[in-house]
């Protein structure tokens, strides 16, 4: 009997234990509630504090639909974090918003010039502001253009003295540009003006590698006088009032406000001795933060790359979380950031979108880092330098995984930034994403630090739409072992065999993924990267760049429209490149050496493989016909035929993207452009380059109306309005007979050309025009 009742003692005793305390939060409750299904409590911060009097339990929170403004922070800390497990998700089927934005009712009085105001007391200068869910622009110049490629709209005079002197009082305005190379973004906020209208400002450093602002592609906003255009506003924070040019069409007195006032809405902090673990967040959606790019500051080693550890959720310190099934949109600065220690925290199944900054982020503690350093030109000297492998402590994301996401128009604000950027991390899965309309990379490794990730069946397309020289993926590797001259890297590998591979421990696998890159690579391996196995990948457009580094393997990928690009490489990289399917001849750039081994691929023209053999590789590769299944609709699958099985190819999964059916119906495809086999015969065919159409000369009267001597260059036969060729002067009837210092001949070497230049984003040509010959400097861009 004794033991019988021991027994069901036990028994009841695991059940209560296991069994859930459930914590609900309406927005029909009060914060002095209890927090029970008939007496919730209002707000995210009251629940998640009612959460924390329970010890070493199962906790849920359960949030019925609604909208839940959060005016600060709100912190789960590894000192207040007593639960066995939490979970915070929205009630079923109900749509839950938790926002970092206070929403407002204003009554409005006619002013000036189409301008409304109204009066509002706020505690400092909002950032955002929302209309019914839309977010309206600040007074800017130049005004917001959905359709201008760059920060939707930029001036070359934008900060002239010219105009600035139209500006009684500029202070708190900023001023946004793109880095003078295009890589990436600066950001500055005014504070104020000199005695001749000169603006002063600070900031500019969210970007590593310092440089001068773009002298196009810049903007300011949050200027009074730059009020007029509808839908524009600015807030007199001295004179508490808010001045608008109502949008067409809008209703002011219906009209819902919202500022946004926080840049982060929930941070999950323990550390690495005591970290907070088994938090799951699921089904609910986190909107309108702050924007964070004055905050960006902290850089990330010798990468061009700074950051701002924040987000609408932080986790640092973490073991076991996920977040999961969420939506993140509207947001000021990134979706989710996971900052230092982090283990096998998943983030999965969300949908992220119209974000200012990254979508996910993983990033490292320095700290741990043997011998870093934090700029391109700055480095530890070799005999000063920690020769042990690795990293010094566990202070990094490890072992985590970002999977089935849906991550678009991101960077709408911040352009060094990316759908998933990694840095100081190891062992990070990225799988099954799809990732698109980014302005810089679709997904970023900083560094070698510490490798061992498996980036796989991504979808990763419309990237690097504002920058240049970059890749829908894109790796530095400027690691202990690197610096930015060749002959010092290949002295000191060659006295030092294996420092090359002290920071990237494990090898960075990217497998079977599809990448497209509009002004840069498909894949772009720049400075140093190293220990990279890179197989059954598809790339669409920009091709496949490695730069120096060692340890690159790249093997059965198909490189559509474009080539293998490899850079300056090192002695003795041990490099191989082999069983691929490519459109053109390599595009190499300063090559003294070659690797281990450069052969088996397979060209779609006789004269690809010709131009390329002349190089002194692939003597045993192929070339003709690939036989994909349907490569007008992006299937490459080979027919069981293919002569390309002949070079040791071998055909692969190409389940790219999302599988989450939910994300799957909302989730865009890359454009599919027809196969260009690049040869050098002429041929009847028209082709669309810088949004207009150009033809081969194939008639008498052709070459008589332009003045040609010969049947060679391309002619522009239709012009589109808005396009970047009109907007480069070209008109209808050019023919273009040099490109880049590349004599044309046809269409298709007007392509070939065009594919193997088009990173540098502008160019000198020449054209026939009048029958004169003119030489002009084009944008490829825009």
């Keep these: 009997m004794i033991k019988q009742f021991l027994l069901v003692v036990s028994i009841l005793f695991v059940c209560c234990t296991c069994k859930a305390q459930t914590i609900y939060i309406s927005t029909k409750g009060n914060d002095n509630n209890a927090g029970s299904i008939y007496h919730p409590v209002k707000t995210f911060a009251a629940g998640v504090a009612k959460a924390m009097v329970h010890k070493n339990k199962k906790v849920i929170i359960e949030i019925d639909g609604g909208t839940y403004p959060v005016d600060k922070t709100v912190e789960i800390t590894s000192e207040k974090f007593p639960l066995r497990e939490l979970t915070i998700k929205a009630k079923a089927n109900e749509k839950v918003i938790i926002s970092g934005a206070q929403q407002f009712k204003l009554s409005w009085k006619p002013y000036k010039n189409n301008m409304v105001s109204a009066k509002i007391k706020l505690n400092k200068a909002p950032d955002q502001l929302f209309m019914n869910g839309k977010k309206l622009p600040m007074a800017r110049y130049p005004d917001f253009d959905s359709t201008s490629r760059v920060f939707n709209g930029t001036a070359a005079n934008a900060i002239s003295i010219e105009r600035s002197r139209k500006w009684l009082n500029p202070t708190g305005g900023y001023i946004h540009a793109l880095h003078q190379g295009e890589w990436g973004d600066f950001h500055y906020r005014i504070t104020g003006k000199d005695a001749t209208d000169k603006l002063l400002y600070e900031g500019g450093w969210q970007n590593n590698r310092p440089a001068k602002m773009h002298t196009q592609y810049r903007y300011v906003e949050n200027i009074f006088e730059e009020l007029d255009h509808p839908g524009e506003w600015f807030y007199n924070q001295k004179e508490e009032m808010l001045y608008l040019i109502p949008p067409v069409g809008s209703n002011l007195q219906t009209a819902d406000f919202a500022f946004t006032m926080i840049s982060d809405i929930l941070h999950i902090k323990g550390t690495l001795a005591n970290p907070v673990k088994n938090i799951t967040i699921t089904g609910v959606d986190f909107v309108q933060t702050a924007r964070s790019f004055m905050e960006v500051k902290e850089p990330l080693l010798r990468s061009d790359w700074a950051i701002y550890r924040g987000a609408a959720i932080l986790l640092e310190g973490t073991e076991s979380c996920i ?40 990033v490292g503690n320095p700290n741990a880092v043997r011998s870093p350093a934090f700029r391109y030109e700055n480095f530890v000297p070799y005999a000063q330098m920690d020769m042990e492998r690795g990293p010094k402590n566990a202070d990094y994301p490890q072992h985590c995984q970002a999977i089935n996401n849906l991550i678009h128009h991101t960077g709408l604000i911040e352009k060094q930034s990316a759908g998933v950027q990694i840095s100081m991390s190891a062992s990070i899965l990225v799988s099954h994403n799809t990732i698109y309309h980014v302005p810089r990379a679709g997904i970023n490794i900083s560094e070698g630090t510490w490798g061992g990730h498996i980036i796989e069946f991504n979808d990763v397309f419309d990237t690097v739409l504002e ?132 052969d088996h691929n397979f060209f779609l023209s006789k004269e690809a493989l010709i131009k390329t053999q002349k190089l002194n590789v692939d003597a045993n590769s192929l070339s003709g016909e690939a036989g994909f299944l349907e490569a007008n609709t992006g299937n490459y699958h080979l027919k069981k035929t293919s002569a390309v099985f002949k070079t040791g190819f071998k055909d692969f999964d190409m389940n790219f993207g999302v599988t989450n059916p939910r994300l799957k119906k909302l989730a865009a495809s890359p454009a ?75 269409v298709n070497e007007l392509m070939k050309i065009y594919n193997e230049i088009r990173w540098k984003g502008h160019s000198q040509i020449i054209i026939i025009r009048n029958q004169k010959e003119q030489k002009m400097e084009i944008s490829l861009k825009d």
């Design 672 to 746: 599919i452009k027809p196969l260009n086999d690049n040869s050098d015969n002429i041929k009847t065919t028209i082709v669309d380059w810088l949004g207009a159409k150009f033809k081969n000369i194939e008639t008498l009267g052709e070459r008589s109306a332009a003045g040609l001597p010969d049947n060679n260059g391309a002619l522009l036969t239709q012009l589109t309005k808005g396009s970047v060729a009109e907007k480069n002067n070209l008109k209808k009837g050019d023919v273009v007979v040099q490109l880049d210092n590349n004599e044309v001949k046809s």
């Design 323 to 362: 977040i999961n099934n969420c939506n993140f949109y509207d947001l000021g600065g990134s979706a989710v950031f996971l900052s230092n220690y982090n283990k096998e925290d998943r983030i999965s199944n969300n949908h992220i979108y119209n974000i200012g900054a990254n979508g996910i982020a993983f």
């Design 467 to 598: 920058t240049g020289d970059h890749g829908a993926f894109n790796s530095w590797g400027r690691d202990r072992y690197w610096r930015p001259e060749r002959s010092i890297i290949d002295s000191v590998v060659a006295a030092k065999p294996g420092i090359e591979l002290l920071d990237v421990i494990a090898p960075i696998v990217l497998r079977n993924n599809r990448f497209q890159c509009d002004h840069g690579w498909d894949i772009d391996l720049d400075d140093g990267s190293t220990n990279y196995q890179i197989y059954n990948n598809v790339c669409l457009s920009g091709g496949l760049k490695l730069r120096e580094g060692y340890h690159r393997a790249v093997f059965n990928n198909i490189i559509i429209n474009n080539t293998f690009h490899p850079h300056v490489w090192l002695k003795n990289s041990d490099d191989v490149f082999k069983n691929n399917i490519l459109t053109a001849a390599y595009a190499p750039i300063l090559m003294e050496s070659w690797g281990k081994e450069i």
